[in-house]
């Protein structure tokens, strides 16, 4: 099996806009720290924790990633931009072939909502596979975002926790 810690890392780390300075931490961090935000609403720079290290294991960062693939499949097509990206995070992984054997058999049969779902224990991890989504999806299709929509609903974010997250992307 591959690792696909570091080819999540790198996935996130590709975005664009204002959060990608956050990604100099390391994409699985920038994932629960907006998830972790997102569920705890503003804090004050008094009643910030101090920041604790990503707590995502190899089956939740695989989680994420095959969800993340399957919204990126949700308009039927991978289209050239997506699929630079997804090179591009291959590469800057270091799992170049057996990460991009592993990607390219994800690409061929996505996993369904239910799969993604029937794996998520907690709304902590909810939040953090939601967050991992959307971070590494432009959402600029109406399929695309329906599937994020869906995938908010299926997992049960909270509807605050997802306007929070997505208004850290639009900051």
Same mark, same amino acid.
């Given at each position: 099996?591959? &690792?696909?810690?570091?080819?999540?890392?790198?996935?996130?780390?590709?975005?664009? +806009?204002?959060?990608?300075? +956050?990604?100099?931490? +390391?994409?699985?961090? !920038?994932?629960?720290?907006?998830?972790?935000?997102?569920?705890?609403? $503003?804090?004050?720079?008094?009643?910030? $924790?101090?920041?604790?290290? $990503?707590?995502?294991?190899?089956?939740?960062?695989?989680?994420? *990633?095959?969800?993340?693939? =399957?919204?990126?499949? =949700?308009?039927?097509?991978?289209?050239? &931009? @997506?699929?630079?990206?997804?090179?591009?995070?291959?590469?800057?992984?270091?799992?170049?072939?057996? #990460?991009?054997?592993?990607? @390219?058999?994800?690409? #061929?049969?996505?996993?369904?909502?239910?799969?993604?779902?029937?794996?998520?224990?907690?709304?902590?991890?909810?939040?953090?596979?939601?967050?991992?989504?959307? !971070?590494?999806? !432009?959402? &600029?299709?109406?399929?695309?975002?329906?599937?994020?929509?869906? *995938?908010?609903?299926? *997992?049960?974010?909270? +509807?605050?926790?997802?306007?929070?997250? @997505? #208004?850290? *992307?639009?900051?």
């Amino acid at each position: 099996m591959v &690792d696909v810690k570091p080819l999540v890392d790198a996935l996130v780390r590709t975005r664009r +806009g204002p959060l990608a300075a +956050g990604a100099a931490l +390391g994409g699985l961090a !920038l994932v629960a720290g907006l998830a972790a935000r997102a569920l705890r609403g $503003p804090i004050t720079p008094e009643s910030a $924790p101090a920041p604790a290290a $990503p707590v995502v294991n190899e089956d939740e960062a695989r989680l994420m *990633l095959r969800a993340m693939v =399957a919204a990126t499949l =949700a308009d039927g097509m991978i289209d050239k &931009d @997506e699929r630079q990206r997804l090179d591009a995070a291959v590469q800057a992984s270091g799992l170049a072939k057996d #990460g991009a054997a592993w990607l @390219e058999a994800e690409i #061929g049969d996505p996993v369904d909502l239910d799969t993604i779902t029937d794996a998520v224990n907690t709304p902590e991890q909810a939040t953090r596979i939601y967050s991992a989504v959307r !971070l590494s999806v !432009l959402a &600029d299709t109406l399929q695309e975002r329906e599937f994020l929509k869906r *995938l908010a609903e299926a *997992l049960d974010v909270p +509807g605050e926790a997802v306007a929070r997250i @997505e #208004g850290e *992307l639009a900051a």
